[in-house]
């Protein structure tokens, strides 16, 4: 990268690096208007600390790392749901989808947005950025086994939201209450 504040360096940042980055923010945020914010805001901390990338070819993971962390300070002063309203029956949800079914963005986006953000996250760096379980618990700062456990049962969600097999969602299993039920590792 170029001297710090370098106003081409940033325009090309954008230029290159805009549409992924936002992508992964809407994934994050289920929001339009709240991803632009979050992508405005990692390119201006890109534009303020960018000096700090030493190679070229990390700078995608650089970005990444930085609206991940704006997405998680965003939502520090939010109040936490429940880890127990996930709990899903997942002996009744196969492990792979069916073949040949599309799977719309939109129902996509709807089934991540009925998720709260540690599992959105947990799913979004594992699938979006391609990070293993260790690499996810090292940077989240969390036990391996919370980071396969929230992916898990976020993969369950996910599954029996767009496949529709029966499964229920996170607000009926809260109505019933929270039985426990086995987690898949995956």
């Known amino acids: 990268m170029a001297p710090e504040g370098s106003p081409t360096d940033v325009a090309q940042l954008v230029a290159e690096?805009?549409?992924?980055?936002y992508r992964y923010a809407y994934r994050?945020?289920?929001s339009a208007a709240d991803a632009e914010d979050?992508?405005?805001q990692a390119f201006l901390i890109?534009?303020?600390k960018g000096w700090?990338?030493?190679?070229?070819?990390s700078v995608r993971n650089w970005l990444f790392t930085v609206l991940r962390n704006c997405f998680l300070k965003a939502n520090?002063?939010?109040r936490p749901v429940p880890a127990a309203s996930l709990q899903l029956n997942l002996d009744s949800i196969p492990e792979a989808p069916p073949e040949q079914q599309e799977i719309d963005p939109q129902q996509l986006q709807a089934a991540l947005d009925e998720?709260?953000?540690?599992y959105r996250l947990v799913l979004a760096m594992f699938?979006?950025?391609?990070?293993a379980y260790r690499e996810i618990a090292e940077q989240l700062k969390l036990p391996i086994g919370t980071v396969m456990s929230r992916l898990a049962r976020a993969k369950s969600h996910l599954r029996a939201s767009l496949f529709q097999l029966g499964g229920e969602s996170p607000a009926e299993i809260e109505k019933k209450g929270t039985p426990r039920t086995p987690t898949r590792r995956g």
Do not use: M, N
Not at 17 to 21: N, R, S
Not at 127 to 131: A, D, P, V
């Open 17 to 21: 690096h805009h549409a992924v980055v």
């Open 46 to 48: 890109a534009h303020q």
């Open 76 to 78: 520090q002063k939010r």
């Open 127 to 131: 699938y979006f950025e391609g990070l």
């Open 38 to 40: 979050l992508t405005q």
């Open 115 to 118: 998720l709260s953000p540690p």
């Open 52 to 57: 700090q990338v030493r190679e070229a070819e």
């Open 28 to 30: 994050l945020t289920g």
